[in-house]
């Protein structure tokens, strides 16, 4: 997953405002934390989620590879294809070393984001852009506004897999000569982008729902500063980043 390469600094689209000190989960490092069973078994969930999420991006970038105009097009993509299965590499590897199934972690969380994808399936290259610049940027935020209250251990894994793979930069690029070169491209990408941001909402909230460890980590119970309330804030910051990510683009938001 990536974070828009524009992204000024940790309030910019794409990045969320981490709490200055850290305290109790947050201040703790993973042998520590995970002596909580329910923290442990929400951790092992966020990197199941995150892991496939990673897998799915790679293939997803391998197929838009395949949409590209140009044989430089093609190679950029494939080397973000590459990044993102470093990442997923690195998630596996954790979950195993924390004695967690890498394929049963990922397994709940297969179906909703292959519906994601299958439902906002590319129609060319531009849209293919748009969703991958989009749609990997609210799954960033949300990861970055809980990495905030895990374990340093654990943290400091969510965001490096978070770090930008460069399609941010490469994305806002093709798709403001594609605009320069017919205004009219603009409005179908911005009521794709649209669509875009309420499957992943949909999606995310689904995922969340359906799975014990995460939802009490959000509300509160193993985490700490998260409540209903500040769920419904987080998601108006995520929300307004992605205003901030589409007005980047050059579309309305």
């Known amino acids: 997953m990536e974070t828009p390469d524009n992204a000024a600094g940790p309030t910019g ?30 951790v092992v969930d966020l990197l199941g989620a995150l892991a496939y999420g990673e897998l799915a991006a790679f293939e997803r970038l391998a197929d838009d590879a395949k949409l590209a105009p140009t044989l430089g097009d093609k190679a950029e993509l494939a080397k ?16 195993t070393a924390i004695d967690a199934d890498p394929t049963a972690a990922m397994a709940p969380f ?25 749609g990997d940027s609210i799954a960033s935020d949300f990861y970055r506004e809980v990495a905030a209250r895990l374990d340093s251990d654990t943290r400091a894994l969510v965001l490096a897999v978070l770090d930008d793979t460069g399609h941010g930069n490469f994305a806002v690029e093709k798709v403001h000569a594609a ?75």
Do not use: C
């Open 110 to 134: 297969a179906r909703a984001l292959d519906d994601f994808h299958r439902q906002t399936a590319p129609s060319d290259w531009l849209e293919g852009l748009v969703k991958a610049y989009v």
């Open 13 to 42: 689209p794409g990045r969320s405002t981490a709490p200055a000190v850290p305290t109790g989960i947050a201040a703790q490092d993973w042998e520590t934390a995970s002596a909580e069973p329910h923290y442990r078994a929400a």
């Open 80 to 95: 973000m294809a590459t990044a993102e299965f470093h990442h997923f590499e690195r998630l596996r590897d954790r979950l």
């Open 179 to 253: 605009i320069e070169a017919d205004p009219r491209v603009g409005g179908r990408l911005a009521l794709w982008a649209r669509r875009l941001m309420g499957e992943a909402l949909s999606q995310a909230q689904r995922v969340v729902a359906e799975r014990d460890a995460l939802s009490t980590m959000l509300v509160g119970g193993v985490a700490d500063g998260f409540d209903l309330a500040e769920v419904g804030q987080m998601f108006n910051r995520i929300t307004k980043a992605h205003t901030q990510r589409m007005a980047a683009l050059g579309l309305a938001a």
